[in-house]
């Protein structure tokens, strides 16, 4: 290593080398690609501390793809995504109360809506960034055949989300409505406080079969299901909206645009959900 001096030593003799000037010369030539090398190296070192990070707020039926999505953009951005979940209005009555938040990434098109109509949004934000689907499903491979198995009732409790804070939960009262069952099964359901819950409660054989997102059941095999028609809810439509707690970072910014972007809906729809092209 160079000293203060420019000397240069052999370790352990305290002497300077004979071949000092020859050194001297060889340094001395070789300056403008030191120089070169030590500015890459500042650069680089540099980089990691111009990497931001924002903090998520999504719901829980978006769990996994928000995880997947969260880790291809710290790889294209350097930018870390810091996720937290819960039901849709679990996390709005939060951002209500000042939680930290700088983007939520909710499971309807309500709570985007109110953030912007009540200041807590920018408002030419939100988008659709998902389409999500309805299931009945039960680890019982026998269990569920379709609308006859909810009709047929040979089944003790049915999980479903609480529908007053997630929309999974409403398209599900909405879908025994449609049936005419909402009240010959009302004294069956249970409710989680979440759709993550209410998968909780089938997969625990809590409740024999449930209502829950299919993306949560990608990769997951087995069991029994019934993806139930579209005809029988209203839309599920997902949109996020920057909360103006995140108008000003560049890293949740930088998310929102990356969520419009072909890599992340590719995820989005590998995990079941429809993309909205026109958001």
């Keep these: 290593m160079l000293s203060g001096t420019g000397r240069i030593g052999f370790a352990g003799t305290g002497e300077p080398s004979h071949e000092e000037p020859t050194l001297k010369a060889a340094v001395t030539s070789r300056r403008p690609f030191l120089l070169l090398a030590a500015g890459l190296l500042a650069t680089s070192l540099a980089a990691p501390a111009l990497a931001g990070q924002t903090h998520v707020a999504v719901a829980a039926n978006f769990t996994e793809a928000a995880k997947e999505i969260a880790d291809a953009f710290q790889r294209k951005t350097g930018h870390r995504a810091v996720l937290s979940f819960g039901s849709s209005g679990q996390l709005y009555a939060q951002i209500t109360r000042a939680a930290p938040f700088q983007i939520l990434l909710s499971a309807d098109t309500e709570r985007p809506r109110m953030a912007v ?18 299931v009945l499903w039960s680890r019982d491979a026998d269990l569920v055949k379709g609308e006859e198995t909810l009709r047929a009732g040979s089944f003790a409790k049915l999980a479903i989300a609480n529908p007053a804070a997630a929309p999974y939960g409403g398209a599900a009262l909405e879908t025994l409505t449609a049936l005419g069952l909402g009240d010959a099964l009302r004294p069956r359901i249970v409710q989680g406080n979440s759709i993550a819950q209410a998968f909780q409660f089938i997969d625990t054989g809590n409740a024999e079969l449930g209502f829950i997102a299919l993306s ?3 990769g997951k095999e087995g069991g029994s299901r019934w993806l139930v028609p579209q005809t029988l809810h209203a839309p599920i439509r997902q949109d996020a909206v920057l909360l103006k707690t995140g108008a000003s970072n560049e890293a949740a910014t930088a998310f929102m645009a990356f969520l419009r972007g072909g ?10 959900y429809a993309v909205d092209m026109g958001s």
Excluded at 117 to 131: C, D, L, N
Excluded at 263 to 272: D, K, L, M, P, S
């Design 263 to 272: 890599e992340a809906r590719a995820i989005i729809e590998r995990y079941g």
């Design 117 to 134: 109509e009540e200041g807590f949004a920018v408002a030419e934000s939100r988008f659709t960034y998902a389409i999500g689907r309805l």
């Design 216 to 218: 949560q059941l990608a």
